[in-house]
């Protein structure tokens, strides 16, 4: 048996899927290579990025969101559907999609508790720290805008990220009234207020006993709004022992100090008048849906000096962003990785730089660390959390596709986000399907054949490209009567050819093709070995 050597004479760089550019962050200039970008849905691409330089690196993926599509909204989901519980990012888009309605790209969102129960032993894990509505319905509305902004998408699409401040007033039959001062929160906070909780809480009212309460019901025909008024119902005789079950389907209104005297006024059939309203300075809304956040990191294109509002915000951490640009027609979901040997993670002025570099003009912090995750239903979890799996978080944010179930292969795009080739490359492409409305359906499509120019190079068995040519020119898949095509560049020269493998053993009596590649960033490619000059 001999070792044979093998050594090529010529030597060249290739890259597919890969483009470079500069940024700033913080006064640091990174160069950023981006690693993938394609569309993952209606209106949605999805992008990852390398930031690097001599001292540092970081992973960066995030999904842009055209909110005009006629196909897109957006939607947050609470784990389990309830106040506390925790469930990973995908469970929760896997579970909530139906036909017509695909949570098919989603982001994690608030911070929430890790530990805990009730007095009766009930779990409040999961719970969300600051304020959450989900379609409409208030899941949780605590004033605690001192620290936690907000992410809301009211009613007509408009996108805010401010620290919305929620109120408004009960009325009673008599004409009495007594402000609002949360819904699924602790009473200890809302001292002359009425706070408002639904079965989607613990099972039971907090425990202290310091407040008179009741049970109530909606009004039939009226619906529990997020700010708009509804009646509800007097069901029950006033309580102050605090602990107060929340029947299924019904409501227990609480109100302490000046606002107990108020609940004390109202009797069994009694019908009251309950008007939420959700502001920020003049502004009023009526939220579709709410996550929260800390801190609020970009306003109008600037980066806030806003780190001292938490204290791990000056710290590298994974970190996880939300926000918009020209007026919330474009909504970004953001996560870069951290605490890995790829990854470094990054303060959250550095976390507000690269949401500057991905388009957002508004943008907040939201929950990070191990919770960071950013997922896509065609191509899964698109970052590497630092748990080293996903997390079962709290609450999530999602685009949402409402175009009909559609398995039909309308148009194909490369996957590769730029097509540069060494001369005398081999490369074989892969195709994303996507059908009428633009989601992706297929993320390997087979049987489309390749064309192009042959000043450019030669095809081999219909799907392989030979870079024998020279130049820029189109190359072309053809899948039927659906084609795509992508400009290709080959290159000449370069210094990034190497041996497949470093050693080959043989007997000297058979033949042995010598497999050759080529390397560029992250990108490996096959070279053509009898393109070349051997010794």
Not at 59 to 71: A, E, G, L, Q, S
Not at 89 to 118: C, H, L, Q, W
Not at 392 to 410: E, K, L, Q, R, Y
Request: a negative charge; proline letters at 4%.
């Amino acid at each position: 048996m001999k070792k044979i050597i093998l050594l090529a004479l010529l030597s060249f760089v290739c890259s597919v899927g890969w483009a470079s550019d500069t940024w700033t962050l913080r006064g640091v200039e990174y160069q950023v290579d981006t690693l993938f970008h394609n569309q993952v849905g209606p209106g949605t691409t999805q992008t990852s990025l390398w930031f690097h330089n001599d001292s540092g690196k970081l992973r960066v993926f995030y999904c842009t969101i055209d909110m005009t599509n006629p196909w897109l909204s957006l939607s947050g989901v609470c784990a389990t559907d309830k106040l506390a519980g925790n469930e990973r990012v995908s469970a929760m888009a896997e579970r909530k999609s139906e036909p017509g309605k695909r949570y098919f790209a989603g982001i994690n969102a608030d911070f929430f508790n890790t530990s805990g129960t009730t007095g009766r032993g009930v779990s409040i894990v999961g719970t969300p720290v600051g304020a959450t509505v989900v379609d409409g319905e208030i899941y949780r509305a605590r004033n605690n805008s001192a620290l936690y902004k907000n992410f809301i998408v009211d009613e007509e699409g408009g996108v805010y990220v401010n620290p919305f401040v929620f109120g408004g007033s009960l009325t009673t039959p008599a004409g009495m009234t007594a402000t609002l001062g949360g819904v699924n929160t602790y009473s200890s906070e809302n001292n002359n207020k009425i706070v408002i909780y639904t079965d989607r809480y613990y099972g039971s009212t907090d425990q202290t006993n310091s407040g008179t309460e009741l049970v109530a019901r909606l009004v039939e025909g009226d619906k529990f709004e997020s700010a708009r008024p509804y009646r509800m119902v007097v069901e029950s005789d006033t309580c102050t022992a605090g602990d107060m079950t929340i029947p299924a389907g019904k409501y227990v209104i609480r109100g302490r100090g000046s606002a107990a005297t108020v609940v004390n006024t109202l009797q069994m059939g009694d019908t009251i008048t309950v008007s939420p309203t959700w502001k920020f300075g003049d502004l009023s809304v009526v939220p579709e849906q709410v996550i929260s956040g800390n801190p609020k990191i970009l306003g109008d294109g600037v980066v806030l000096d806003t780190e001292g509002e938490r204290a791990d915000a000056s710290q590298l951490h994974p970190r996880s962003a939300v926000g918009y640009s020209d007026g919330g027609n474009k909504v970004y979901f953001l996560v870069v990785d951290g605490r890995s040997l790829i990854s470094d993670g990054v303060r959250t002025s550095v976390l507000a730089d690269i949401m500057r570099y991905a388009g957002a003009t508004d943008a907040m912090n939201v929950d990070g660390g191990g919770s960071s995750t950013l997922y896509t239903s065609a191509l899964g979890i698109r970052n590497k959390p630092s748990d080293g799996t996903e997390r079962a978080d709290g609450n999530a944010i999602f685009a949402v596709c409402s175009a009909p179930d559609d398995d039909v292969i309308a148009s194909l795009r490369f996957v590769d986000f730029s097509l540069v080739v060494p001369k005398f490359g081999v490369y074989t492409p892969k195709f994303y399907g996507y059908n009428q409305y633009g989601m992706l359906i297929d993320t390997d499509v087979q049987g489309v054949e390749l064309s192009c120019p042959e000043s450019l190079g030669t095809i081999r068995d219909k799907c392989t490209f030979f870079a024998s040519g020279s130049g820029t020119a189109l190359l072309t898949g053809t899948l039927g009567d659906i084609s795509v095509s992508a400009p290709l560049t080959i290159i000449g020269s370069g210094d990034a050819i190497e041996l497949k493998n470093d050693s080959i053993i043989t007997d000297t009596y058979r033949t042995h093709r010598v497999a050759l590649q080529s390397q560029v960033g992250e990108t490996v490619m096959p070279l053509d070995p009898e393109a070349l000059t051997w010794s």
